[in-house]
């Protein structure tokens, strides 16, 4: 596990080294004094706390870049949390999907528990990694990771695999994909079967994954969604709205 930890202030950021290291013995734990330096080591973290407000470029300007570098890549979202002595940031936090939101000084406590959410989460997507399932592309039996689908469409008798490492046809039924893909996918639709973990954002008509494709969300199915989302949310599923 790698973690960064960006704070121009040297205090606040080896508190939060010795805070991490109560918990966490064996993890990578990478400091940076401005995020400029931290951009510049072009590094992939797990975990990233970041201060707001830094000179020339904030916390928040990082986490933008790393979301769009995210998106850019079609990857899994990492998890941010923001250190600030201020509040007034916390609208802004929702725009780059932040985990949480840290006030200083950091209280001891508030920091375990948001810190063991966080490692929860991780081992959530972590497991999720090795799933797969088999499905047959032009005669061959392939390995399709569940970590890589964004979604499946049905097309006639054929089902269409969206992966980020491209699409896939295969002669299939949706109902035998929904039951091999597991809780963590939504029926959004009977043409449709998204990965909840890809899902960008919604509308009562409409899911945005973060391939940037939009699929359509049956109005009946609305409230039920929502439920299924909020669900697999609380259970520590990863979520990029």
């Keep these: 596990m790698k973690i960064a930890v960006c704070d121009d202030d040297m205090a606040t950021r080896e508190h939060i080294v010795s ?3 109560e918990q966490i013995q064996d993890a990578e734990i990478v400091t940076f004094g401005s995020g400029e330096e931290m951009l510049k080591s072009q590094d992939d973290f797990d975990i990233s706390f970041l201060d707001v407000e830094m000179e020339k470029l904030s916390g928040m300007d990082v986490a933008k870049h790393i979301r769009q570098e995210q998106e850019e890549k079609g990857s899994t979202r990492s998890i941010i949390i923001f250190v600030t ?3 007034k940031y916390m609208n802004d936090a929702f725009d780059v999907s932040a985990f949480h939101y840290l006030l200083k000084p950091v209280n001891e406590e508030k920091f375990r528990t948001v810190f063991e959410r966080a490692l929860k989460e991780l081992s959530v997507t972590e497991e999720r990694t090795k799933l797969y399932i088999l499905v047959r592309n032009s005669g061959i039996q392939q390995k399709v990771y569940i970590k890589d689908i964004y979604y499946i469409e049905s097309a006639n008798k054929k089902v269409i695999i969206h992966t980020s490492e491209g699409i896939l046809e295969s002669y299939g039924k949706m109902e035998e994909l929904e039951q091999m893909t597991g809780g963590s996918f939504y029926r959004c639709h009977r043409c449709y079967l998204v990965n909840m973990e890809k899902i960008a954002s919604y509308s009562a008509d409409t899911i945005k994954v973060i391939n ?11 409230n039920d969604f929502i439920r299924q989302y909020m669900r697999y949310a609380k259970d520590g599923g990863v979520v990029n709205v």
């Design 212 to 222: 940037g494709d939009e699929l359509i969300l049956a109005q009946k199915k609305y």
């Design 85 to 87: 002595g201020y509040d």
């Design 19 to 21: 805070l991490i290291k």
